[in-house]
């Protein structure tokens, strides 16, 4: 674990570009299982109270600026145009070589990143954009090949985490709403299937956000969310082939401020690709358009 002042120094500020775009733009099994305890689960502080609405509330499509992290550990920030690109980049942090993943999360619901967890090593913390301290979530957590945030699946506003391990095994944790975690739910096996996983709000118009996995094959399924954090995910259909032109997979919402979230692909020459959402289960993407035509493999984090 890096120093706390170096872990200052690698703060991300994200409000201002939050603040001028909002100005511009006026299948698998799944079983819950609470009491999972394996030695190697990672570690989480106390939180204060179960987060679960009486029921589910509807997911807020986000609009998250784009951030890549290069081999110096500089960070840099794209902010959707609303038009279905991303503007010039911007210098958001440095310092970020130790850490081999980062999330954004909304933890209030109205579609605007508040802040991120980032894993170094086995230490997952989490860091508001408005604090340069980051504080420490739990450790542990090197037992994931695999972290995404999807947003909010069983009911409260909070965007919650997902977490895959080398088994297969993925398991969800409930987010408090201030960047704290539940103990884990296993939610799924076998999803060792799928080289990349990507999703960030609602895909097909339920209020219910969603989840894509691409297996080794170059195929793009589709998971339903159900809003019930014990099945968050219906049964996966399949949405597309021939995926494994993409190196990354992610989505950072609404590209095109629409009302429905996009996905971005980089293909393996460094280009940028956009997918504009459907809102259609059965065909949830409109052809893709190329919003970054070379460089983007400098990038070795994109979240």
């Known amino acids: 674990m890096a120093k706390t002042s170096g872990r200052k120094r690698r703060h991300i500020a994200a409000r201002a570009a939050a ?33 679960r609405a009486a029921a589910a509330a509807a997911a807020t499509t ?41 999330l954004q999360v909304d933890n ?22 408005d604090v340069t301290t980051p ?21 409260a506003a909070a965007g919650d985490l997902l977490g895959r391990d080398s088994s297969g095994n993925l398991y969800l944790y409930l987010n408090y709403g201030n ?18 996983l990507a999703g960030n709000g609602d895909l097909t118009g339920d209020g219910k956000n969603d989840l894509v996995a691409r297996d080794s094959g170059g195929i793009l399924w589709l998971y339903k969310g159900t809003g ?6 219906a049964a996966r ?25 996009d996905l971005i692909a980089r293909d393996k020459a460094g280009a940028l690709w956009s997918y504009q959402g459907t809102g259609n289960a059965a065909a949830p993407y409109k052809a893709r358009v190329q919003i970054g035509t070379s460089g983007w493999n400098t990038y070795r984090l994109m979240f």
């Open 62 to 102: 986000p609009i998250f600026a784009l951030y890549g992290i290069d081999s110096t550990g500089t960070a840099y920030s794209y902010a959707p145009t609303g038009k279905g690109g991303l503007t010039a980049r911007v210098k958001a942090g440095e310092n970020w070589q130790p850490v081999n993943s980062v």
């Open 135 to 155: 504080t420490k979530v739990g450790s542990g957590w090197n037992i994931y090949n695999k972290l995404v945030s999807p947003g909010n699946l069983g009911g």
């Open 19 to 51: 603040a001028a775009l909002t100005a511009a733009l006026v299948g698998t099994g799944t079983s819950a299982v609470a009491a999972d305890s394996p030695n190697a689960q990672p570690s989480l502080g106390a939180g204060v109270a179960q987060p």
């Open 179 to 196: 960047g704290k975690l539940t103990g884990r739910y296993k939610v799924g096996g076998g999803w060792n299937v799928y080289t990349q």
């Open 237 to 261: 259909t399949k949405i597309g082939a021939g995926w494994n032109t993409y190196n990354y997979l992610i989505s950072s919402g609404d590209l095109n401020i629409d009302g429905i979230t």
């Open 108 to 129: 209030g619901g109205d579609g605007e990143a508040d802040g991120i967890w980032s894993r170094e090593g086995s230490t997952l913390d989490y860091q508001n954009f």
């Open 228 to 233: 019930n954090y014990k099945a968050p995910f």
